[in-house]
Every structure is written in C-alpha cells, then in structure tokens.
C-alpha cells in the first residue's frame, strides 16, 4: 500500500504519500526560514520546536489531498539522519508512533538516499548503474550506484559543501539569509569575463571537492571592489561559474572513471540553473544523461523519503515496530557494563 513520508532532518517540515503501483499521490511542505531568517541561521530548539506545531495538521492535509485515511497506508518512513538531533526526533517518534498505533511498518531513511532518489519521481527516472552528484546544504558528494543501495563514495568535499559555499559567499557579500538561492539570483543580472576565480582540485587528478579557499577569494575581490550593485552581481556570476564548472568537471571524471553513461544530480544546489544548463549541455554533447529533481524536490521534501521508504518497505526493509519482553532469557547472555 501507500507510504506516508515524514522529513524534519533541519528546517523544512515535508510530508508525502507515494504508492509503489500509481506513484507520488500527494506531498505538502512548511519551510521555517522566515523564523530563522531572524538569527542569520537555523536555530535548532526553534526548528524542534516548530516541526512539533506543523507537523500532524500537514499529515493531516496530505492524507486528504490524497484521498487516502490512515486505513488505506501500507508503511511510514521517516528521516532518520543524518541532521539535526532534536528535529530529526519529532519526525521519527510521530512517525513511529503512527506506524505503531496503526499496526504498521516504520522505515527510518537515511536523509541522503532521500536525495540521491528524488530524480526517481520523475518520469523517465534512471536506471542503476549510475552517478549521481550529491550537493546540498551540508554535503557534496560524488556516488557511484551499483543498485539502490548499493552506493560507493567516490568523491567528498575536504571542507565546505557546495551549498554551504553558497550561502556563506552571500553572507560576505551582504546578502540576507538564506543567501544560496539569493546569490544564485544575482549571478544572473553578473556580466561574464569581469571576475574569474579558481576551479578548485581540477588541476589534479581526483574527484574530491574543496570550496572554502574559493569564499576567500570571493571576499577579497568583493573588498577591494567599488561595491557597486553590478560589481556584486558580477562577482556573484564569477563565483556561480567557478562552483558550476568545477561540479562539471568532476562529473565529467566520475563518469569517465566508472563507465556509467547516467548522471543524477540532486540535493539542494541541483537547483541552480547554470548548474542543470551546463551539465544538460555537457550530456547532450558526450552522449551521457542527465537527470535532475522538478526544482521543488532538489531541497528538502517529504516526497524523496516517502519514495526511498516504499523501494526499503518493497522488499521487506523496515524496523521492528513490536515492544519485545522476553518470556525466556540467559542472564549470561546480558552485555556487561563494568
Ligand atoms: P543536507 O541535505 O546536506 O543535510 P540541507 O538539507 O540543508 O543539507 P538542501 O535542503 O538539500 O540542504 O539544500 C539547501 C542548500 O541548497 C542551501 O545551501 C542552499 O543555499 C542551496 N541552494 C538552494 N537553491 C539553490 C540555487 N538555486 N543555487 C545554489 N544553491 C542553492
Ligand atoms: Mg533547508
Ligand atoms: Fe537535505
């Protein structure tokens, strides 16, 4: 049957419902940034906090654009990390608890397979073997997929992720929070061939990142500059370019490496539009495929783990929702403490 999805790994409260025969039935999303906006960042007692207030109503909301009552659900899946501690608790022990009063299967999601999936939902989804580009708001990863999971880490990031380098280049430049999709923005009105910056590692073999030397130089251009608004989105379009070409190049490397003639890319920095240009251009060129995420499901959402929970839940995957006592038990068999 249907699979509820549940993520609340850091400020986006998502819920959604995808059946294994009819496909994604219903999803609904509660971004908190405005409430963090305030702090300049995700304050993590405030995001507990409000994944407790708006998490049953949107359970609630996406049953019923689905048509579907606690009845007709066949499993829960929820994000189980990685993120933030307290948030991730109020999606699982909702989540948990559901599954258990219900006599249902709970499936904890790794929020990173989430991602890695979220191409999935589309149609036409791609077939393992495959690549896929993990960039989000706190990893930037390169996968070789065997299967569904089966991935091997070919490739991290030695210091910032791609989005974290988004969003702490907009912060230097002034940019109010959440700066990422902001500067991704401003990048668009920047003249090319006014700032060029580094492509960081791809002047060496390897298909590990590093971004944190690129904000540097970002900064020290955007110091010495005249500040002037064009000169901030030229340096915006300077920055973007340098992050994107990178992210290609390594791309380019990893399917060279593997063989795979599939590339996925996902995670929140997948909806960058330079980004999806390039890498669309680059596939139609040297004969690989690209597949992305719609726009809405590259950042955080309940439809990637209500998906990656139906593919577990569909071949027997799922944690023990059952309270065991034990009639027999070896007191020899306990773990020792001291
Ligand atoms: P993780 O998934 O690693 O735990 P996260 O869940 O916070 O991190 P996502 O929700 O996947 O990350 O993505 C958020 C990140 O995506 C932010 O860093 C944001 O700046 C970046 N981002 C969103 N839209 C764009 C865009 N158009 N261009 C560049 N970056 C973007
Ligand atoms: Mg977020
Ligand atoms: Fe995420």
């Given at each position: 049957g249907p699979v509820l999805g549940v993520e609340t790994s850091c400020d986006e409260t998502g819920v959604a419902v995808f059946d294994p025969a009819r496909g994604l039935l219903a999803h609904t999303l509660y971004s908190q940034i405005r409430m963090h906006a305030d702090y300049g960042g995700v304050v993590p007692e405030l995001a507990s906090r409000d994944h407790v207030r708006k998490l049953m109503p949107l359970v609630r909301e996406t049953l019923a654009r689905a048509g579907l009552g606690v009845a007709d659900l066949g499993g829960v899946a929820y994000t189980a990390g990685p993120g933030l501690v307290g948030a991730l608790l109020v999606g699982a022990t909702a989540a948990r608890a559901l599954a258990w009063s219900l006599g249902l299967p709970a499936i904890g999601v790794h929020h990173m397979e989430g991602h890695l999936l979220a191409p999935l939902l589309e149609a036409d989804p791609p077939e393992p073997p495959f690549v896929a580009l993990l960039v989000s708001g706190g990893h930037s990863m390169l996968i070789e997929v065997?299967?569904?999971?089966?991935y091997t880490l070919l490739g991290d990031t030695l210091d910032d992720a791609a989005g974290e380098a988004f969003d702490k280049t907009a912060k230097l430049m002034g940019l109010p929070y959440p700066g990422g999709p902001a500067l991704a923005r401003l990048a668009e009105q920047g003249r090319p061939g006014v700032f060029r910056f580094a492509r960081p590692m791809t002047d060496r073999p390897g298909l590990d990142f590093s971004f944190s030397g690129l904000k540097t130089q970002v900064l020290l251009a955007w110091q010495h500059s005249d500040r002037a608004e064009q000169t901030r989105a030229d340096v915006a379009r300077a920055f973007e370019e340098a992050i994107v070409e990178t992210l290609a190049i390594k791309c380019r490397r990893a399917l060279a490496q593997t063989g795979a003639r599939r590339l996925v890319i996902a995670g929140g920095v997948g909806a960058n539009r330079r980004l999806r240009a390039e890498l669309a251009e680059a596939g139609a060129r040297e004969g690989f495929s690209v597949h992305f995420p719609r726009l809405e499901f590259c950042t955080d959402n309940g439809a990637m783990i209500a998906l990656a929970g139906a593919l577990r839940l569909a071949v027997g995957q799922h944690e023990t929702p059952e309270i065991r006592v034990r009639p027999r038990w070896d007191l020899a068999s306990l773990p020792p403490v001291a």
């Open positions: 065997a299967g569904i999971g089966r």
